[in-house]
């Protein structure tokens, strides 16, 4: 069974660059990583994936802000939000794919919010 | 993108309740659909793939239906666990989209 935990700083200054980690146990290898997020009192928004080889799909909504990168070494993925407003601010959520669409299993959350 | 609408936004039910939630999608995504609960503060669980499959430790009290644009999640017997939000998501076409969840409250 996969576990996911997100990781990294709750708070960012507004137009600055928003980087979350996400620490797999078990195989990082044959999966799709998942990024999510959900802005307070709104519904789930897909963000982009990553896969160990390097492939990605990206939100066009968030396209131009966004780079993921996966280290297999290390067994964890991270994402990469640039030029990040208050708009922004949501709990992000990873999870993996095994590559058919939907999400098997995912982390609990981490909250960043976007403020000065 | 697909946009996806699910109804009820909040359903009241008590124990033992049948309950049945809907998802209508924008455009056709054949069976393309899964389901999840999520509690606050927790990861989303899935529940259900493909429609109407199943996933591996969730108990048969949840099924699902559908193809095409409309879907259904049943709970045939509602549970103290099953008091959650339910979010449909379609992956017929990236990017992957969300209805705006369902909360079954007491």
Not at chain 2, 12 to 17: C, E, I, T, W
Not at chain 2, 32 to 59: D, F, T
Request: neutral net charge; charged residues 15%.
């Amino acid at each position: 069974q996969v576990q996911l935990q997100e990781s990294g700083p709750g708070l960012v200054n507004p137009s600055e660059t928003l980087s979350l980690t996400c620490i797999v146990s078990g195989s990082i290898v044959h999966y799709y990583w998942t990024w999510f997020r959900q802005s307070p009192g709104k519904g789930l928004e897909y963000i982009g994936y990553i896969h160990h080889t390097g492939t990605t799909d990206y939100n066009p909504s968030l396209k131009s802000r966004i780079t993921m990168s996966v280290d297999t070494s290390k067994n964890q993925f991270s994402l990469k939000l640039t030029s990040v407003t208050a708009a922004d601010t949501a709990v992000y959520y990873c999870a993996s794919d095994r590559g058919s669409g939907y999400s098997d299993y995912w982390g609990q959350g981490i909250l960043v919010t976007v403020s000065s | 993108d697909i946009q996806m609408t699910q109804s009820p936004s909040t359903l009241s039910a008590s124990v033992g309740d049948r309950v049945t939630i809907t998802c209508r999608a924008s455009q056709s995504i054949s069976v393309w659909l899964a389901w999840y609960q999520h509690n606050p503060g927790r990861a989303p669980k899935l529940l259900i793939y493909k429609a109407s499959s199943l996933e591996i430790g969730v108990p048969p009290r949840f099924s699902g239906s559908g193809a095409g644009t409309e879907f259904t999640l049943t709970i045939s017997s509602l549970q103290p666990d099953d008091f959650a939000t339910y979010y449909c998501q379609q992956y017929n076409s990236s990017p992957w989209t969300f209805g705006q969840g369902t909360k079954v409250e007491i």
